[in-house]
């Protein structure tokens, strides 16, 4: 077994049903579907039988695991889904979150292929809001990752395969935080670690923009902090808060050529302009 999608779901059954659907779809079937519903109230889990019970009626069905029980947490949930996986790669699927189309687990898995299995291919997320519009996230796009582009941004998480036995290099998602584990995980693994993860231009899910990371930016930025501050040392971190945004600023100039050399112009002539008004006041400044 390659691949193992992992699903948390909790009194989500509208969209749970369009998850499922998506995962069913697919014209790859080399794969498992592990479900983890945290003790549902709703009709869930009569989903999840219905499910499972109509897998038996396909020719090369996927296999099923689920259960239905408490959890502490949507990390606790996704951590129950990895110890219950089998596959050598885990994807994160969300209840609510679909794949983009049937030939999704098909193409990813000849991606790994093609790039000699790497510990983490990812792909496109296409982020669906309230309003319908959909807005294609390439995330890094094959670029170099650095530490900057975890301080400032994140790996898409849907859209990634991950190999399960990095969450025994790595450990498992910490449980403490609610909606940034899965950001310090990779910060851990790729920025701090030693994994180079590799892009596939592939549309891999439809990620519903309304779930808790969303709408919680300010718990966002509070969780963010406390793992900076507990991950990086003091004096790295201070330079990152000074100069992330203008660093930041740079990259996106340097895409075009002319702009940047504006700029670059305008920092020399006033570079050259405050160092005539040092050396007018007497004071010798080193370069």
Same mark, same amino acid.
């Given at each position: 077994?390659?691949?193992?999608?992992?699903?948390?779901?909790?009194?989500?059954?509208?969209?749970?049903?369009?998850?499922?659907?998506?995962? $069913?779809?697919?014209?790859?079937?080399? +794969?498992?579907?592990?479900?983890?519903?945290?003790?549902?109230? #709703?009709?869930?889990?009569?989903?999840?039988?219905?499910?499972?019970?109509?897998?038996?009626?396909?020719?090369?069905?996927?296999?099923?695991?689920?259960?239905?029980?408490?959890?502490?947490?949507?990390?606790?949930? /996704?951590?129950?889904?990895?110890? /219950?996986?089998s596959g050598g790669?885990v994807q994160f699927?969300?209840?609510?979150?679909?794949? $983009?189309? $049937?030939?999704?687990?098909?193409? /990813?898995?000849?991606?790994?292929?093609?790039?000699?299995?790497?510990?983490?291919?990812?792909?496109? /997320?296409?982020?669906? *809001?309230?309003?319908?519009?959909?807005?294609?996230?390439?995330?890094?796009?094959?670029?170099?990752?650095?530490?900057?582009? *975890?301080?400032?941004?994140?790996?898409?998480?849907?859209?990634?395969?991950?190999?399960?036995?990095?969450?025994?290099?790595?450990? +498992?998602? #910490?449980?403490?935080?609610?909606?940034?584990? #899965?950001?310090?995980?990779?910060?851990?693994?790729?920025?701090?670690?030693?994994?180079?993860?590799?892009?596939?231009?592939?549309?891999?899910?439809? *990620?519903?923009?309304?779930? %808790?990371?969303?709408?919680?930016?300010?718990?966002?930025?509070?969780?963010?902090?406390?793992?900076?501050?507990?991950?990086?040392? $003091?004096? %790295?971190?201070?330079?990152?808060?000074?100069?992330?945004?203008?660093? #930041?600023?740079?990259?996106?100039?340097?895409?075009?050529?002319?702009?940047?050399?504006?700029?670059?112009?305008?920092?020399?002539?006033?570079?050259?302009?405050?160092?005539?008004?040092?050396?007018?006041?007497? %004071?010798?400044?080193?370069?």
């Open positions: 077994m390659r691949l193992s999608i992992i699903t948390i779901n909790k009194n989500n059954v509208h969209d749970l049903s369009k998850t499922l659907e998506s995962v $069913a779809s697919q014209t790859c079937k080399d +794969f498992e579907h592990v479900i983890i519903d945290g003790e549902s109230t #709703d009709n869930s889990v009569d989903v999840i039988k219905n499910y499972e019970s109509s897998l038996s009626t396909l020719k090369t069905p996927h296999s099923i695991k689920w259960i239905s029980e408490p959890d502490k947490g949507i990390y606790n949930a /996704m951590n129950k889904g990895i110890r /219950m996986a790669y699927l969300n209840s609510g979150d679909c794949l $983009a189309d $049937a030939t999704v687990v098909e193409r /990813m898995l000849g991606s790994l292929e093609e790039n000699n299995f790497p510990s983490i291919l990812y792909g496109n /997320m296409l982020k669906v *809001f309230k309003d319908g519009k959909i807005l294609n996230d390439k995330c890094f796009a094959g670029q170099d990752i650095s530490f900057l582009g *975890f301080y400032t941004g994140t790996l898409n998480h849907s859209s990634a395969l991950i190999k399960r036995s990095l969450f025994e290099k790595y450990g +498992f998602y #910490d449980e403490s935080l609610r909606i940034v584990s #899965d950001w310090k995980w990779y910060l851990q693994a790729i920025a701090l670690g030693e994994e180079m993860p590799v892009y596939a231009d592939i549309n891999v899910t439809l *990620f519903d923009m309304n779930g %808790i990371s969303e709408t919680n930016k300010n718990l966002d930025k509070i969780e963010r902090r406390k793992v900076l501050e507990e991950l990086i040392p $003091a004096a %790295i971190l201070k330079d990152y808060d000074d100069f992330a945004f203008p660093i #930041d600023q740079i990259k996106r100039l340097k895409r075009h050529p002319w702009a940047y050399k504006v700029v670059w112009f305008i920092e020399r002539c006033l570079f050259k302009v405050e160092k005539a008004e040092i050396k007018r006041g007497g %004071i010798t400044q080193y370069r």
